[in-house]
């Protein structure tokens, strides 16, 4: 062997003398910093609605949708403690709001997406339009628009919250406003964008303005029935089961830019062959029970629990009665980076 024969003394005395410089030996991280294969540093985790409810309630007496602004418990990744992130690039939160409340108007850059877990009859203003929304109904709220919440309805709701908010963080892109009254001035009717933009055509001479969809209530009656016309239509995905993508009609993308949404059917009795990918990801139980192992760990879960997939991780599901499942993750980012990748073993 050439070369120095420095030792780790001399080695350890050049990189403090280098670090009041700001600089740092690479050698030392280069394997980190490149790794063979994702290497995350968050976990697989999950939390169990009937454990998760009675503090979602609790919360209720402790502080007004008003005076909290949004009255949300994060779910965080346990691995990334006071982060409030459930990935390095996604936040969620499950959110309440009781009768008579109003979470009020604001803006921000960053997008929402709401998936509908339990209850019926609020309603989300976007943009002057207000949408009543319904247990497995996927409603988005695009980056820089003014949205407010209410309940009309005679029972509590409670929605997951996903939102881009660790992405745009590193990218230092966050803006924020509130709005001058708790509740937007509503310009158009119910119904409008639905009319305009959900049936398989568009306004005849309308351009989209941005990547974002028109849509902004993506219905689970809709959706269920598609589930259900494609699993009469052939044999499941060994990977997958029956798995469709949310999608903006005049793009052929994802409805929100930064975070892409599904939903898929497991047939009863059906056992999903072993999965990867890169795009770590957050599930909802929409319906049915099951198992999924998560790596080398195994989750049990049923209607309304959550939990999260990291990158790269092994999933394999197994519904124990035919189940649907709602998640979402940062998939069409790394699309667009040319980043995203998967690993179906064969299948
Ligand atoms: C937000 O605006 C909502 O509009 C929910 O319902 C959760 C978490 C962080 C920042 C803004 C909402 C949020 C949020």
């Not at 898929?264 to 059906?270: D, I, T």
Request: with cysteine; glycine share 8%.
């Amino acid at each position: 062997m050439t070369g120095p024969t420095t030792g780790n003394n001399a080695r350890r005395d050049f990189y403090e003398r280098i670090g009041t410089l700001s600089m740092a030996p690479l050698w030392e991280s280069l394997h980190q910093l490149v790794p063979p294969a994702p290497a995350p540093k968050y976990q697989a985790a999950s939390w169990d609605y009937d454990k998760v409810r009675p503090f979602l309630m609790e919360s209720g007496s402790l502080i007004t949708a008003k005076e909290a602004v949004r009255r949300v418990l994060i779910l965080e990744n346990p691995a990334m403690p006071g982060s409030a992130c459930i990935t390095p690039t996604l936040y969620a939160g499950l959110q309440l709001i009781l009768p008579g409340e109003v979470a009020p108007s604001h803006r921000h850059t960053q997008s929402a997406l709401r998936f509908i877990v339990e209850g019926e009859g609020a309603y989300t203003a976007v943009d002057g339009e207000r949408t009543i929304m319904r247990e497995g109904d996927f409603v988005i709220t695009p980056t820089w628009t003014w949205h407010d919440h209410g309940n009309d309805s005679s029972r509590p709701m409670v929605w997951l919250d996903g939102l881009d908010i660790p992405l745009v963080a590193m990218f230092n892109a966050g803006f924020a406003e509130a709005g001058a009254e708790d509740e937007q001035e509503v310009t158009a009717p119910e119904g409008t964008s639905d009319a305009k933009y959900a049936s398989g055509l568009l306004p005849v001479d309308w351009k989209p303005a941005k990547q974002t969809s028109p849509i902004f209530n993506y219905p689970y009656s809709r959706t269920r029935e598609a589930l259900a016309g494609l699993a009469k239509a052939g044999p499941p995905d060994a990977c997958h089961g029956y798995k469709l993508r949310y999608v903006n009609p005049a793009s052929g993308g994802a409805p929100i830019a930064t975070m892409g949404t599904f939903m898929q059917l497991l047939p009863k009795g059906f056992e999903s062959a072993p999965y990867r990918s890169t795009d770590g990801t957050v599930f909802s139980i929409v319906e049915g029970e099951g198992e999924s192992t998560i790596g080398d760990k195994v989750f049990a879960w049923k209607k309304r629990d959550h939990f999260v997939v990291p990158s790269w991780a092994k999933v394999v599901h197994r519904p124990a009665s035919e189940s649907v499942l709602f998640s979402f993750s940062d998939r069409p980012v790394q699309e667009r980076l040319d980043l995203w990748r998967e690993d179906r073993g064969g299948r």
